[in-house]
């Protein structure tokens, strides 16, 4: 028998149905991810359109449905779907995340995903720190939480410790999971500064002071291994990331 469920959501994506619906893609609190359909939002009169705009979080109602469930009611729990949208590569960076969040959880109920996607949207809606940094914390933290943490302090292959002091660089290897040694870096393995390196530690750990400290430069190669390791994991490849640096 059909029935009416509740559930705090985050909207990752829409897309039109009709003249005046919309089918909502959303990341739940408890029932994972959650296709819906939302009828009259594209109205100017509709009550509840910009509750479930991207980037929103909200709690909804929903009735079940047989193939799609239907939303009746929504709530706003956290505006950020303007803030975000005003800046683009805040914008940019947002839209990196949830279509991460979106292929991550694409099955089982997440809440530890849940909730890093609402931390990381909240941060960026605040400015609370740079906004690349904010992204690629986020994409490395959400990976560990789907089983793929990456190892910046060891050898993923002997776990002999490895250095990674001024003026040294350290061997990655994305396949395998992180940083390796020098004897056991496979031919051709792409090398990064070893403040790179700690930088990518720092944005694992969630350490945003010791992220803050470093250079623009020593950003983008970070990112460069942040974008190759999500898109081995992911295997399906996150289109957003294609358009560049923020």
Not at 2 to 8: F, V
Not at 40 to 46: I, K, L, M, N, P
Not at 66 to 94: P, W
Not at 200 to 227: I, P
Request: hydrophobic letters at 40%; one cysteine or more; a neutral charge.
């Amino acid at each position: 028998m059909p029935m009416l469920y509740r559930d705090e959501v985050i909207v990752l994506r829409t897309h039109k149905l009709g003249e005046s619906d919309r089918i909502v893609t959303m990341l739940s609190r408890d029932n994972g991810q959650i296709r819906a359909v939302a009828k009259g939002v594209r109205r100017t009169a509709s009550k509840f359109g910009a509750r479930l705009e991207p980037f929103m979080v909200a709690d909804v109602q929903f009735y079940e449905g047989r193939t799609l469930d239907t939303v009746t009611q929504a709530e706003t729990l956290g505006s950020y779907g303007a803030q975000i949208a005003a800046d683009y590569d805040a914008y940019h960076a947002a839209n990196v995340m949830v279509e991460t969040a979106e292929k991550l959880t694409d099955g089982e109920p997440a809440r530890q995903q849940y909730m890093l996607l609402v931390g990381a949207l909240r941060s960026l809606s605040r400015g609370e720190h740079s906004v690349g940094l904010v992204r690629d914390s986020y994409l490395l933290r959400s990976l560990a939480l789907a089983g793929w943490a990456p190892n910046f302090a060891e050898c993923v292959r002997c776990g002999r410790e490895v250095l990674r002091g001024a003026g040294r660089t350290v061997a990655l290897a994305v396949q395998q999971g992180g940083t390796v040694c020098d004897e056991c870096a496979p031919p051709g393995s792409p090398r990064l500064p070893g403040e790179a390196v700690a930088l990518l530690a720092a944005l694992l750990a969630g350490e945003w002071e010791q992220a803050e400290v470093h250079s623009e430069e020593t950003r983008v190669q970070a990112h460069g291994f942040v974008a190759a390791y999500t898109q081995f994991h992911i295997e399906r490849g996150i289109r957003s990331l294609r358009h560049g640096y923020a």
